[in-house]
């Protein structure tokens, strides 16, 4: 059943509810952040409508900066300011940035310890349309892999918007990731959300697989939790929003009581939510895993939901990899 | 900035004898490093750090500082030098570059050693990250967006640059964001060495007319003997006078300046020392200290 205290939206399992994509949030956060903050800038390139940035480039023309088409001065000019009291944004699409400045993000914001929060917008195969050259599954591992970086993955639009403004409250680099189409929006306000602390959003009597996820393909694994419990699968859905640092006590201490994990992500099935997972439980707690992502390929064009579907990554495919950790366990 | 007399420029150029002896004895203790570039640079050095920059080595973050960024990192044993005789840290301390548990990384590093400003070793986005500081300079001065704790943006930004890092695009974006922006409290100062790892610059990837590409980026341009101190003062002086345009100071150096058999060689951009080669250089320099010495007197 769905954990009371997590404060789900009541729409949570309807198709009806109400929808929005993450990059709202990430819009809202700034506007937030910026009002709270004189010492928050946005910088864009240029992308400033599509990744949420304009309200507050309208709203605080003198602390947004316009870069262009040129995402390494952006990240290293994002450097600077945030070496110098100041704490920026930098916008664009991930496969551009962290994608294309990777090395200015590694060595002038991440090794530099400079203030700078990252938002790769266009994540996952679910950018649709626009085919592999824009959908960024590669960007947690990436991220993930640099010393000195947070990596934040919020579920909804709700919270994105809550990342945002923790992420600027935060000292140093964090990287938010976030997605172009609409998704039910199933928190609310009152969930509790701090980066670096996983949440449990359903939680069956007698769990016998722990299904980990994190972004927007979290609700369909709460759906798929849902679906397995009426065959008598009974299981625990995880939000590890915060990919790093990883909540590692309470993934051990709910992986040993389960006793298999399935992770769910839009995102390359290696280096990702899931291999982060691996990495722990193979020290700590070693039990069978399956892992939903893409498996090692590019994406295409495509409508988000044929594309979810033809990679793996719908609500059957998660059903079916529970019920294959759990074959693997007896 | 204050006039440079006669005797401050002979103390100048006492100093940047000084750093090029430094950067032999580093690099040759160390093993390994870079050394054409340091000495084509003492000069800079050692006018930026004993005359041109308003800092408190006793106070390294002090606000109100100008920045002095490395954007080719490479060439950071004169800079650790000129930081050491300015008081940022122990001389001793010199001793242990690209040593372990130094503080004295093999390319410069912000977090660990004081006066240094931003990490940099990977070329090409030192001019970037003056801009983020330039920028931050601006919103402090500006009372609508200025902080509490902000030292009000008072500070210039300054940032060294090689020649062979002109073919990085990430140089021209920021060159471009700079122009675009009217940065007038960033200067930039081009190592114009003519040199690179794998040969001379304009055979590498030709860079000329370097003076017309940076005008074509509305950047007000000045070209100097970078080995001139008061070359280099005045051409500062002017840069502060422009109010429209972020400068550029294109230095003509000399790689491995100051020593006879290293001079405009390309070979010696990061090649070690072998037996009796710094020992020869040093010699050559304490000659050349003489000298200067005895021209003064």
């Given at each position: 059943?769905?954990?009371?205290?997590?404060?789900?939206?009541?729409?949570?399992?309807?198709?009806?509810g109400?929808?929005?994509?993450?990059?709202?949030?990430?819009?809202?956060?700034?506007i937030?952040?910026?009002?709270?903050?004189?010492?928050?800038?946005v910088?864009?390139?240029?992308?400033?409508?599509?990744?949420?940035?304009?309200?507050?480039?309208?709203?605080?023309?003198?602390?947004?900066?316009?870069?262009?088409?040129?995402?390494?001065?952006?990240?290293?000019?994002?450097?600077?300011?945030?070496?110098?009291?100041?704490?920026?944004?930098?916008?664009?699409?991930?496969?551009?940035?962290?994608?294309?400045?990777?090395?200015?993000?590694?060595?002038?914001?991440?090794?530099?310890?400079?203030?700078?929060?990252?938002?790769?917008?266009?994540?996952?195969?679910?950018?649709?349309?626009?085919?592999?050259?824009?959908?960024?599954?590669?960007?947690?591992?990436i991220?993930?892999?640099?010393?000195?970086?947070?990596?934040?993955?919020?579920c909804?639009?709700?919270?994105?918007?809550?990342?945002?403004?923790?992420?600027?409250?935060?000292?140093?680099?964090?990287?938010?990731?976030?997605?172009?189409?609409?998704?039910?929006?199933?928190?609310?306000?009152?969930?509790?959300?701090?980066?670096?602390?996983a949440?449990?959003?359903?939680?069956?009597?007698?769990?016998?697989?722990?299904?980990?996820?994190?972004?927007?393909?979290?609700?369909?694994?709460?759906?798929?939790?849902?679906?397995?419990?009426?065959?008598?699968?009974?299981?625990?859905?995880?939000?590890?929003?915060?990919?790093?640092?990883?909540?590692?006590?309470?993934?051990v201490s709910?992986?040993?009581?389960?006793?298999?994990?399935?992770?769910?992500?839009?995102?390359?099935?290696?280096?990702?939510?899931?291999?982060?997972?691996?990495?722990?439980?193979?020290?700590?707690?070693?039990?069978?895993?399956?892992?939903?992502?893409?498996?090692?390929?590019?994406?295409?064009?495509?409508?988000?939901?044929?594309?979810?579907?033809?990679?793996?990554m719908?609500m059957?495919?998660?059903?079916t990899?529970?019920?294959?950790?759990?074959?693997?366990?007896? | 900035?204050?006039?440079?007399?006669?005797?401050?420029?002979?103390?100048?150029?006492?100093?940047?004898?000084?750093?090029?002896?430094?950067?032999?004895?580093?690099?040759?203790?160390?093993?390994?490093?870079?050394?054409?570039?340091?000495?084509?640079?003492?000069?800079?050095?050692?006018?930026?750090?004993?005359?041109?920059?308003?800092?408190?080595?006793?106070?390294?973050?002090?606000?109100?500082?100008?920045?002095f960024?490395v954007?080719?990192?490479?060439?950071?044993?004169?800079?650790?030098?000129?930081l050491?005789?300015?008081?940022?840290?122990p001389?001793?301390?010199?001793?242990?570059?690209?040593?372990?548990?130094?503080?004295?990384?093999?390319?410069?590093?912000?977090?660990?050693?004081?006066?240094?400003?931003?990490?940099?070793?990977?070329?090409g986005?030192?001019?970037?990250?003056?801009?983020?500081?330039?920028?931050?300079?601006?919103?402090?001065?500006?009372?609508?967006?200025?902080?509490?704790?902000?030292?009000?943006?008072?500070?210039?930004?300054?940032?060294?640059?090689?020649?062979?890092?002109?073919?990085?695009?990430?140089?021209?974006?920021?060159?471009?964001f700079?122009?675009?922006?009217?940065?007038?409290?960033?200067?930039?100062?081009?190592?114009?060495?003519?040199?690179?790892?794998?040969?001379?610059?304009?055979?590498?990837?030709?860079?000329?007319?370097?003076?017309?590409?940076?005008?074509?980026?509305?950047?007000?341009?000045?070209?100097?003997?970078?080995?001139?101190?008061?070359?280099?003062?005045?051409?500062?002086?002017?840069?502060?006078?422009?109010?429209?345009?972020?400068?550029?100071?294109?230095?003509?150096?000399?790689?491995?300046?100051?020593?006879?058999?290293?001079?405009?060689?390309?070979?010696?951009?990061?090649?070690?020392?072998?037996?009796?080669?710094?020992?020869?250089?040093i010699?050559?320099?304490?000659?050349?200290r003489?000298?200067?010495?005895?021209?003064?007197?």
């Amino acid at each position: 059943m769905l954990n009371p205290d997590a404060k789900l939206n009541f729409f949570v399992f309807s198709d009806d509810g109400p929808q929005a994509p993450t990059r709202n949030g990430y819009g809202e956060g700034l506007i937030i952040s910026g009002e709270k903050d004189r010492n928050v800038v946005v910088l864009s390139a240029d992308l400033t409508e599509s990744t949420r940035s304009e309200a507050f480039a309208q709203k605080f023309p003198e602390r947004f900066f316009e870069c262009g088409v040129a995402e390494q001065n952006m990240a290293a000019t994002a450097a600077g300011l945030g070496v110098s009291g100041k704490i920026p944004f930098i916008s664009s699409y991930a496969t551009f940035s962290p994608g294309r400045n990777w090395e200015q993000i590694r060595t002038t914001i991440a090794y530099n310890d400079s203030n700078v929060k990252i938002a790769g917008h266009h994540t996952g195969i679910s950018t649709g349309p626009d085919g592999a050259t824009h959908q960024a599954t590669e960007d947690i591992a990436i991220m993930r892999a640099m010393p000195n970086m947070r990596v934040i993955v919020p579920c909804d639009a709700v919270e994105a918007k809550k990342a945002t403004v923790a992420s600027a409250k935060i000292w140093g680099p964090v990287y938010l990731r976030f997605q172009r189409d609409k998704t039910p929006v199933f928190t609310t306000e009152q969930t509790p959300f701090a980066p670096g602390k996983a949440e449990t959003f359903w939680e069956s009597k007698r769990p016998k697989v722990l299904i980990i996820g994190c972004g927007p393909i979290l609700r369909t694994a709460l759906v798929a939790a849902k679906e397995l419990e009426k065959e008598k699968i009974e299981s625990i859905v995880l939000n590890v929003h915060t990919v790093k640092p990883l909540d590692e006590e309470k993934i051990v201490s709910l992986a040993k009581k389960c006793g298999s994990v399935v992770t769910v992500e839009e995102h390359q099935v290696n280096g990702g939510l899931g291999g982060a997972v691996a990495e722990v439980l193979s020290r700590r707690a070693p039990v069978p895993m399956e892992f939903i992502g893409l498996q090692n390929v590019f994406g295409e064009s495509g409508l988000p939901s044929q594309l979810l579907e033809k990679y793996g990554m719908s609500m059957p495919h998660i059903k079916t990899a529970v019920k294959k950790v759990l074959k693997r366990k007896r | 900035m204050e006039i440079l007399h006669e005797k401050k420029l002979k103390y100048l150029e006492d100093v940047a004898s000084r750093l090029r002896q430094d950067v032999i004895e580093m690099v040759s203790r160390a093993g390994s490093g870079h050394v054409a570039g340091p000495l084509g640079l003492a000069e800079i050095a050692a006018v930026f750090y004993f005359h041109i920059l308003n800092h408190r080595p006793k106070n390294p973050k002090w606000p109100d500082r100008d920045r002095f960024v490395v954007s080719n990192g490479h060439t950071c044993p004169v800079f650790y030098a000129a930081l050491a005789r300015s008081g940022y840290f122990p001389i001793e301390e010199l001793k242990t570059l690209r040593r372990i548990n130094s503080r004295l990384q093999g390319h410069p590093h912000r977090t660990v050693l004081p006066g240094i400003e931003t990490t940099s070793g990977p070329l090409g986005s030192g001019i970037s990250q003056s801009i983020g500081m330039a920028l931050a300079g601006k919103l402090d001065g500006n009372p609508s967006t200025h902080s509490t704790g902000s030292g009000h943006g008072k500070y210039r930004v300054y940032c060294v640059t090689s020649d062979g890092e002109h073919q990085e695009g990430n140089t021209w974006e920021a060159i471009m964001f700079a122009g675009k922006n009217k940065l007038n409290n960033l200067t930039v100062i081009v190592d114009r060495n003519n040199i690179q790892i794998d040969g001379f610059t304009e055979n590498i990837m030709p860079l000329e007319p370097l003076r017309a590409k940076y005008e074509s980026f509305n950047w007000h341009v000045l070209e100097i003997d970078g080995h001139n101190m008061e070359q280099i003062v005045d051409a500062v002086a002017e840069a502060r006078a422009i109010y429209e345009k972020p400068t550029v100071i294109i230095a003509h150096t000399i790689p491995g300046k100051g020593v006879d058999f290293m001079e405009h060689d390309y070979l010696w951009h990061s090649k070690p020392f072998k037996s009796g080669e710094a020992e020869k250089a040093i010699k050559e320099l304490r000659t050349l200290r003489g000298k200067i010495e005895s021209e003064h007197q």
